[in-house]
């Protein structure tokens, strides 16, 4: 296999090397590689402590953010690598990580403590690729596999349940049935992780490209990990249409979360509070579902009336999480190019107009959300005289 590796990272692992320690790229670069994705970013891994990194790179800005694990990172160009000493993971207790770690000397003891066998594979320019769990095979089987026996790896540390998942939606991989089977049966153990990682796993995996990898047979593991969604995830037919409804939805955080809770819109705002979502997040999510029953058909007042309620970019994600369908959307997108009225603030009148004709106080604000109702009702064109005009009319205000 070749491997093309950035020059920063062959420097870092020169730079081990010729102090006499072993040095090798591992884990999800490996994986992005081997799948044909590029790495967003590289680790490395070495046999060298965290002290004798320093002693074998003198010349790199090294950070030591995560020291007590054995991870320093190296900032280089400003783009920055973690580096870890090969290492195996301390006691677990409640079904979390350690926090104590011990050195070890081998790559192999350190592959073996990591996830998932395609997470578990290092590389080397020279020895080329270290795989010993089959995680190449995996990669063309397309599966996700624990390292070892999978009752006893999740056991470990229960935040590898959504891991799986995760990975299964971010790789369109299957979940392979030994590792799916105790996946299910961890569920209880979720309740140990705690909340905002919970949040985040699940974020990455509804945002995937194939969310259904990791929802379709997975309800009660949802379930446990968010209490909220058990409504749902107790019905097939309801979580099958929610996995549908998420897939079809633009990837964005917020409009996967409404897709997922499209169903439950009164229980969204305490799930998502409950896993210490967010403001922005949750008010958003919140705001698509209050405009759940809004009328969206490709009619132009019906299509202004979304926009002065939820602005543009709602509008938009509103038409795509209802499958509105393709009319709706070219209409929508045709009318926002012609820079429509539909605000207070687009109309040819201000306030200032209105308080030079008399009108004082509470009416002013009434007079122009009137006028932008005649506007958006295509009864008067968003012109100033026209404007005007109807104001000095009959029926004004
Ligand atoms: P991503 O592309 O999402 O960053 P990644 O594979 O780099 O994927 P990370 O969460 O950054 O995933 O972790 C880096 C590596 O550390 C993983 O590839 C895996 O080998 C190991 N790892 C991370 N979390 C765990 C865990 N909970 N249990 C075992 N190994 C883990
Ligand atoms: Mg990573």
Redesign the pocket.
């Given at each position: 296999m070749d491997f093309v590796l950035p020059t920063a990272v062959l420097s870092l692992m020169d730079g081990l090397e010729l102090a006499g320690y072993p040095a090798y790229v591992v884990?999800?670069c490996v994986?992005?590689r081997l799948m044909g994705r590029a790495p967003?970013?590289f680790?490395i891994c070495t046999v060298a402590a965290p002290h004798q990194m320093r002693a074998s790179l003198p010349g790199f800005r090294l950070l030591s953010t995560g020291e007590a694990h054995g991870t320093l990172t190296a900032v280089v160009a400003g783009a920055s690598y973690e580096i870890t000493t090969f290492r195996i993971d301390g006691e677990y207790a409640d079904h979390r990580?350690p926090d104590s770690v011990r050195y070890v000397s081998e790559l192999g003891q350190d592959l073996a403590?990591?996830?998932f066998t395609i997470?578990?594979m290092a590389y080397h320019p020279c020895q080329g690729l270290v795989d010993p769990f089959g995680g190449r095979e995996d990669i063309a089987q397309r599966l996700v596999r624990c390292v070892g026996d999978p009752a006893a790896r999740f056991e470990e540390?229960a935040?590898?349940v959504l891991?799986a998942l995760r990975f299964a939606a971010t790789c369109d991989f299957a979940v392979e049935p030994a590792t799916a089977s105790a996946a299910l049966a961890a569920c209880h153990t979720l309740a140990y992780v705690a909340r905002e990682r919970i949040l985040t796993e699940l974020t990455k995996l509804l945002r995937a490209s194939a969310p259904h990898r990791g929802l379709r047979d997975f309800a009660p593991v949802l379930a446990a990990a968010a209490p909220g969604l058990a409504p749902l995830a107790e019905n097939k037919e309801r979580w099958a249409q929610a996995v549908r409804r998420v897939c079809a939805a633009p990837d964005s955080a917020a409009e996967r979360w409404t897709a997922l809770l499209w169903d439950i819109p009164d229980a969204a705002c305490d799930l998502l509070r409950e896993l210490r979502s967010d403001n922005a997040t949750r008010q958003r999510v919140e705001a698509l579902l209050a405009a759940k029953e809004l009328s969206l058909t490709p009619e132009r007042a019906v299509l202004l009336r979304a926009l002065h309620r939820l602005g543009p970019q709602a509008t938009r994600q509103l038409v795509a999480l209802r499958q509105a369908g393709a009319p709706t959307l070219a209409a929508l997108e045709a009318l926002l190019n012609e820079n429509p009225c539909y605000s207070v603030a687009h109309l040819a009148v201000k306030g200032a107009d209105l308080l030079a004709l008399g009108l004082r106080g509470p009416e002013v604000g009434r007079t122009l959300e009137a006028l932008l109702d005649a506007v958006i009702e295509g009864r008067v064109e968003n012109r100033r005289e026209a404007l005007l005009h109807i104001l000095q009319g009959p029926c004004a205000h």
């Open positions: 884990g999800g994986r992005d967003h970013d680790d990580r403590r990591r996830d997470n578990a540390d935040l590898r891991r």
